[in-house]
T-cell receptor
């Protein structure tokens, strides 16, 4: 069976510091991978998605970047965090061009202070 | 433009009663998928049920069923015999032709004992 791991669960970072959130998927090959952000009490905003190693599509221009160094690893990064980067970050996977998967990690709650 | 609308920001329901959460969608695609997710206070996004646009029968998963009315473009979630543990945010999402999920704003469901 497929599992998705995301860490850390919570993070408090000062403004201007770097960020690295990691997501890994097990039990499937060549998944589509997604990073979402959720502001408090709001819906999900797609930030990045990837259909393969090194292939990243950005949905929203911002202070963040994503990388996919391995087939089942997806990393969300920032060189300098802003207060507005605070939120709940969720990683997800799905099978390419199929309605299968769309399963989420447990999320990272990021607070920028 | 493709869109998901959840018109109920919040609902209170008595324990053991059935509850219907509304979801309408707007798309010109012939092929699409509809998903419902539950997000408890912990933040994890839990997949509940899926309905494909070509599926003729309504999807069911245990106490969850999806009332799919294609002509009306609605995909309401029905929870039978509600339990206290059903209290959570519920999100409706639609997979579009690019295999991206479009999200509704969510409904906060509170089950009263």
């Amino acid at each position: 069976s497929q599992t998705i791991h995301q860490w850390p669960a919570t993070l408090v970072q000062p403004v201007g510091s770097p960020l690295s959130l990691e997501c890994t998927v097990e039990g499937t090959s060549n998944p589509n991978l997604y990073w979402y952000r959720q502001a408090a009490g709001r819906g999900l905003q797609l930030l990045f998605y990837s259909v393969g190693i090194g292939q990243i599509s950005s949905e929203v221009p911002q202070n963040l970047s994503a990388s996919r160094p391995q087939d089942r690893q997806f990393i969300l990064s920032s060189k300098k965090l802003l207060l507005s980067d605070s939120g709940f970050y969720l990683c997800a996977w799905s099978v390419y061009r199929q309605d299968y998967g769309y399963t989420f990690g447990s999320g990272t709650r990021l607070t920028v202070v | 433009a493709q869109k998901i609308t959840q018109t109920q920001p919040g609902m209170f329901v008595q324990e053991k009663e059935a509850v219907t959460l509304d979801c309408t969608y707007d798309t010109s695609d012939q092929s699409y998928g509809l998903f419902w997710y539950k997000q408890p206070s912990s933040g994890e996004m839990i997949f509940l049920i899926y309905q494909g646009s070509y599926d003729e029968q309504n999807a069911t998963e245990g106490r969850y069923s999806l009332n799919f009315q294609k002509a009306r473009k609605s995909a309401n979630l029905v929870i039978s015999a509600s339990q206290l543990g059903d209290s959570a945010m519920y999100f409706c999402a639609m997979r579009d032709s690019n295999y991206q999920l479009i999200w509704g704003a969510g409904t906060k469901l509170i089950i009263k004992p």
